[in-house]
């Protein structure tokens, strides 16, 4: 099954990239107009929680010795979770301080899903929303922990996406450039519209802005 999965996957990559890269004009429009209207006052604890991440960033974690491990582990387990989702076995996880890290699996040679996932799909902010329903934080406090969140994914992404990174020579340049732009908008705009519209209207941004292509290829056969 895990074969027919990674074959599956191989035919979808290209049409996936294609597709998302249709989804960039909307997006940006869509993104901008959170960001603009999300700087009103019932947002400022996300922004708050983004910007003491920066800073924080900035002051302490930048420096290897304190900031390299929790985003290798994130960026191992974030692999290791598209591994499981695609049905494969995984039999090994590391991630060190200095030397980055390591997922090893089995199940064939892999798929482009499990090698460029934590690219554009923020783990921890995940598992943030998994768990808010157990915390049922007061909204600000709510508001905060997601824009820290967020601004840890962020610097966690931008700082993973050079030339040197073996996981984007790995899927191809073209492909990540195609790819990635969309989904990153995805991923932020709906972690915005989560922290100050919920979670229910996070999902319908994700799935209203995925069917662009689609509203956009109606559009020409009508």
């Known amino acids: 099954m895990t074969r027919v999965i990674n074959r599956l996957l191989s035919w979808l990559k290209w049409p996936t990239a294609v597709w998302l890269a249709l989804c960039v004009p909307r997006l940006v429009r869509a993104d901008v107009a959170l960001v603009t209207g999300g700087l009103a006052a019932q947002a400022a604890p996300f922004w708050i929680g983004v910007a003491s991440y920066l800073v924080l960033w900035g002051l302490v ?3 290897r010795v304190w900031g390299s491990f929790l985003p290798t582990l994130s960026h191992e387990l ?5 591994a499981l989702l695609t049905l494969h076995r995984i039999t090994n996880v590391r991630a060190t301080w200095r030397s980055g890290g390591e997922l090893q699996y089995v199940g064939g040679r ?7 996932s934590p690219y554009f799909f ?4 995940a598992l943030l929303v998994v768990a808010l329903p157990w915390l049922r934080p ?3 406090l709510r508001q905060l922990l997601i824009g820290g969140i967020v601004g840890f994914e962020a610097v966690t ?3 993973q996406v050079h030339r040197e990174q073996t996981d984007l020579q790995r899927v191809g340049f073209v492909f990540a450039a195609l790819l ?3 989904a990153l908008l995805l991923t932020y705009g709906a972690a915005l519209t989560l922290a100050v519209r919920g979670d229910t ?3 319908r941004f994700v799935t209203t802005h995925l069917q662009t292509p689609w509203e956009m290829i109606s559009a020409l056969v009508r």
């Open 201 to 203: 209207a996070a999902l």
């Open 180 to 182: 990635l732009p969309g």
């Open 110 to 116: 892999g798929n482009w899903l499990i090698t460029i």
């Open 138 to 140: 007061a909204p600000p």
């Open 78 to 82: 974030t692999h290791g979770l598209f």
């Open 157 to 159: 992404m931008w700082r």
């Open 122 to 125: 923020p783990l921890s902010l």
């Open 61 to 63: 974690l930048r420096r």
